[in-house]
């Protein structure tokens, strides 16, 4: 998805295997514990340990970006996010050369519900108070392009409510007061953008990832 919005996410993700070269995670647009868009680099092994022990759920890293704003190194995180499960977590992350991290916490545009996380790790030191300054400077970077809504434009979600409601092309073009073929443009752009394959899958994508209805029931 992030190569659809971000044509240059390859000097970004360059910069970041300077900084962090043992991999990241990035986690953009939180909403109800599920991020809209989630990309690791860390070692596949750890990975699918991480996923399958549910490691998320007591990570210090992700417990201290879920309640804090801001940047810290690893080692830095205050005790209390890290006792009993979480030193495990840590503790089981070094043996993947995962030693020394740091993570970025945005609440993202003023105003915006979203938590946008970023964190990196290496195997050799702490990161430099210039490395987390550059993390927090490429997750900034990230959200401004992502946006809350995945880099669509508000039209294009309208397209996509309508069409989740039953409306067909004419009726929404006729709704919206637009062309038939300025509302296939819009949903085009949508499926594009969310990696659908067609118009109905990015309905669904965009339902799943919270960005056309509010209730995370749905």
Avoid at 1 to 21: A, S
Avoid at 96 to 112: A, E, H, K, T
């Amino acid at each position: 998805m992030l190569q659809n919005i971000l044509p240059d996410i390859e000097k970004l993700e360059t910069r970041l295997r300077g900084v962090v070269p043992g991999g990241y995670m990035l986690a953009l647009n939180i909403r109800y514990l599920t991020p809209e868009f989630l990309q690791s680099t860390y070692p596949s092994d750890w990975v699918t340990i991480y996923t399958d022990r549910r490691y998320v759920l007591f990570d210090p890293v992700v417990v201290w970006a879920r309640f804090s704003v801001g940047t810290t190194r690893w080692s830095e995180i205050p005790t209390g996010y890290s006792r009993g499960a979480g030193l495990h977590i840590l503790d089981h992350a070094s043996k993947f050369g995962l030693n020394y991290g740091g993570v970025v916490s945005s609440r993202g545009p003023s105003g915006s519900h979203c938590l946008c996380v970023l964190s990196g790790a290496r195997a050799d030191r702490e990161l430099r108070l210039s490395e987390l300054q550059s993390m927090a400077a490429i997750l900034d970077e990230i959200v401004e392009a992502v946006g809350e809504h995945a880099g669509l434009a508000e039209v294009e979600l309208e397209a996509l409510r309508d069409l989740a409601a039953g409306l067909t092309h004419n009726e929404i073009a006729d709704q919206r007061g637009v062309s038939p073929a300025t509302i296939k443009k819009r949903l085009e752009r949508a499926r594009e953008v969310l990696g659908a394959r067609n118009a109905v899958h990015a309905v669904a994508i965009a339902t799943r990832r919270g960005l056309i209805f509010t209730d995370p029931t749905f």
